[in-house]
Each structure stands twice: as structure tokens, then as C-alpha cells.
């Protein structure tokens, strides 16, 4: 019986020393365990192995579609997230719960039940504008390589507590809000095209598309008046990400090819001339907003939309938004459900912006040469009958001066 039992763990010992798994038995049998005990402890693992083994093989191709990055290496949202959706708090730090407090409040401050998720998004996102200031000392010290620089602005502790974040901050923090709100968020970690290191956001709404959201570049912390707001990187694509100076290994991410929820899709009203355009402008700028989203009548405005820069009316928006205080300093054009739609970006003017003055005085020249041809028209009007009058009486002698009169009046 001994003999038959040692038969058995032999064989069973074979049959995972291929796996490299004879450890279990050796020490059994050196040890003198009995019999029994050590054929159970083997066959265990035996079937351990078994069933590992048809996992890895039943195991589904895993869908680069859903494929997520792990949180940001520099700061873990991970253990406040996991407090508020499990109602414990024991196991935070002290800035910990502080970060959790803060953004509890911010969400019951400024979210409601009804609210889409896009309506949710969109709230986060231009509230994180309005509250937190870019710190420029950070990014000044970080760049300076010194080590008296405050790593709370690349915390959401910074944007949340002390009220101010480089795009660390600005990224995590949105991150923890959006996911706090129930929206699935991640956080891209990347480069700007000259090499710098720059953090912006993902999003995955309701129609099952990811979007490209950038609060640090959304945020016009370097306006000098009461501008602090533009949604140009909220909610965009892969594509537009890329042609704009955002650089990251797309591997690691899902693509954002979701257009439903654009802001220029979601936001952009239709104008009609350029009175409603500056009724736009005045309405936006009292909220802070330095934008200007819509879908023009082309043949109203003349814009040509592949380059607005080069449109008849883009001199004309200059001068509109130069008498409402402000400096034209940017565009860009986005195919809607609705037809194509153009966002123009403006700021407070400031001393060494372009002035538009120069156009009031144009018009008075052109309204002044006009009188002054209407003059030459009718001066030439009655050298021409004079000189009809003169070819009459003294056979065109005349009539070739008064051409040569003409042709000097048109080239003056």
C-alpha cells in the first residue's frame, strides 16, 4: 500500500515538475509527512495548475478600443476616489481628506441631478477656470531647477485648497472631479511639441466616444482683464489634439474620435450679421468667456472658412472687437451637425496690441477720395463740353489737350 502510494506521488510530482512546481512534494517526502497528506497537497496543486492554464488559454483578446493608462505617476487620486464612493475616510491623510472635503463641496455646490453628463463636464470644467489661477512661479521654478517650488500646484490640493495649479494640477483635479461626478476620465501624460512635459485629460460621455479635454490651455490665466475662459480644447478629437501642439504615445490611451459632445457642435449659435456677432462678443465677455462660437451666414459675412485670416470681413471682426476693448488672437473651424462652424478667441487689449484706429481714418480717406473724384467727374464733365465746344470752334486742338487733362486727373 506504501509502495502504491509513493507510485502516486511520483507520477503526481512528474506531472508539475514541468511546471517547476516540485518544491511541495520534495519537502514532503523529506520531511516524512504522511502519505496522505502529501497526495492531497499535490493533487491541489496539480489542479491549481490545471485551471490556470485554461484560463490563460480561454482568456479574450483584450480590446485596444478600451485600452486605459494607470493614473498620473505624480500624484494618486486613486485612494480619495475610493473613499468618497465607499464612504470611508479612516485610511486618508490629513491633505488627504482635505482634497476629499474640497471637491465634495464643489460638486454640491455647483452640480445638480438633472444635469447631463455633458452639462456635468462642461460645469467642471469652466468652474475650475473661474476658481483656480495658473501658478507661474511653479512653472518658473520648476524650470529654473530649484528646489523652492510649491508641489501643491501639481496636486489637486493646489487647485482645490490653495485655489492655484500648473497642468499637473489642472489635469488630476479635473480627472477626480469628472469620475466624482460619474464620468470615466483619465489622464494623459505628454508633451507639448517643443518637448516639455504637459498633462491634459480624456473623457468617455454617454455616447460611448472619448474626448481630448485641456483645462491648463482652457484656462486664460495670462489675460490682463477679467477674461479667464475659452473652450477650445474641450471636448475635441485625437486629431485636432495632435495638429495642435499636443505630443503623447497614443498606444496607452483610447482614441478620442468623438464629435457628438465638440463644444463648437454643442455651443455654436447661428449669426446672421456682424451686430448679432457683437451682441455674441458682449455676452460672453460678461461672463468671462473670450470667445465667440457660431455658424455664420456666408453670405452675410463673406468669411471664407478654410482661411478666416484672409476672409473680406476678418478686418472688420478686428476693428469689432477692438472698439469692445478687445484683441483678436486666434481662430479655428469645426465641421458641425448644423454646418461649419468657426470659434473665434479674443483678450483684453493691452498696451502693444494692434490698434484698429488707423481704419476710421481709412474710411475718411476713402469717403474723402470718393468726394474728390465725384469733384473730378464733374469738373471733367464740363471740361468736355468746353472742349466740344472748342473742337467746334477750333478743329479738337483742344479735345487732344483735354485728354491728355483727363488721363492725368485719373492717375492722381
Known amino acids: 500500500m506504501r509502495y502504491t502510494k509513493l507510485v502516486s506521488l ?5 506531472m508539475l515538475a514541468s511546471c517547476g512546481s516540485t518544491d511541495t512534494v520534495l519537502s514532503a517526502l523529506d520531511s516524512g509527512t504522511d502519505d496522505s497528506t502529501a497526495v492531497t497537497t499535490v493533487t491541489t496543486a496539480a489542479t491549481s495548475v490545471t485551471t490556470t492554464k485554461k484560463t490563460l488559454a480561454t482568456r479574450k483578446p483584450i480590446d485596444d478600443s478600451e485600452v486605459e493608462k494607470e493614473e498620473s505617476p505624480y500624484y494618486d487620486i486613486k485612494p480619495i476616489l475610493n ?7 479612516n485610511e486618508l491623510t490629513y491633505e488627504q481628506k482635505e482634497v476629499l472635503d474640497s471637491a465634495k463641496h464643489f460638486l454640491e455646490d455647483y452640480l445638480t441631478d438633472d444635469m447631463t453628463q455633458y452639462q456635468k463636464e462642461l460645469t467642471i470644467h469652466d468652474k475650475i477656470a473661474e476658481l483656480v489661477d495658473y501658478d507661474a512661479a511653479e512653472l518658473d521654478a520648476l524650470d529654473a531647477d ?6 501643491d500646484s501639481e496636486t489637486p490640493y493646489g487647485a482645490l485648497v490653495n485655489n492655484k495649479a500648473i497642468c499637473t494640477g489642472y489635469a488630476l483635479t479635473f480627472n477626480l472631479l469628472a469620475e466624482m461626478a460619474g464620468i470615466k476620465c483619465v489622464t494623459v501624460v505628454g508633451t507639448n511639441k517643443e518637448g516639455e512635459e504637459h498633462l491634459w485629460n480624456k473623457v468617455k460621455l454617454d455616447d460611448g466616444k472619448w474626448y481630448g479635454v485641456d483645462m491648463t490651455w482652457d484656462d486664460m490665466h495670462s489675460d490682463t482683464g477679467d477674461l479667464y475662459l475659452k473652450h477650445r480644447f474641450f471636448n475635441g478629437t ?3 489634439f495632435a495638429e495642435h501642439d499636443h505630443v503623447w504615445d497614443d498606444k496607452d490611451y483610447s482614441d478620442a474620435i468623438g464629435t457628438q459632445y465638440s463644444y463648437m457642435n454643442m455651443e455654436a449659435v447661428y449669426i446672421a450679421d456682424l ?10 465677455a460678461a461672463k468671462g468667456i473670450g470667445e465667440a462660437v457660431f455658424i455664420p451666414d456666408s453670405e452675410v459675412l463673406e468669411l471664407w ?6 476672409s473680406d470681413k476678418f478686418t472688420e471682426i478686428r476693428r469689432l472687437l477692438y ?6 488672437y486666434q481662430e479655428c473651424t469645426c465641421d458641425t ?22 481704419d476710421s481714418s481709412s474710411e475718411t480717406d476713402s469717403e474723402s477720395s470718393s468726394e474728390n473724384a465725384d469733384k473730378d467727374s464733374q469738373s471733367s464733365s464740363e471740361n468736355e463740353s468746353s472742349s466740344s465746344q472748342a473742337q467746334t470752334d477750333n478743329g479738337g486742338e483742344t479735345a487732344d489737350q483735354t485728354g491728355d487733362t483727363d488721363h492725368t486727373t485719373e492717375g492722381t
Open 337 to 358: 451637425d448644423n454646418g461649419t462652424a468657426i470659434m473665434i478667441c479674443f483678450k483684453t487689449f493691452e498696451e502693444g496690441d494692434p490698434t484698429y484706429e488707423e
Open 10 to 14: 511520483l507520477l503526481a510530482a512528474g
Open 305 to 310: 472658412y478654410g482661411n478666416f485670416e484672409a
Open 238 to 240: 485625437d486629431d485636432f
Open 146 to 151: 530649484e528646489y523652492q517650488h510649491d508641489p
Open 275 to 284: 451686430e448679432q456677432l457683437e451682441e455674441l462678443v458682449q455676452s460672453n
Open 323 to 328: 472698439r469692445n476693448g478687445y484683441t483678436f
Open 83 to 89: 473613499a468618497y464612493r465607499d464612504g470611508t475616510r
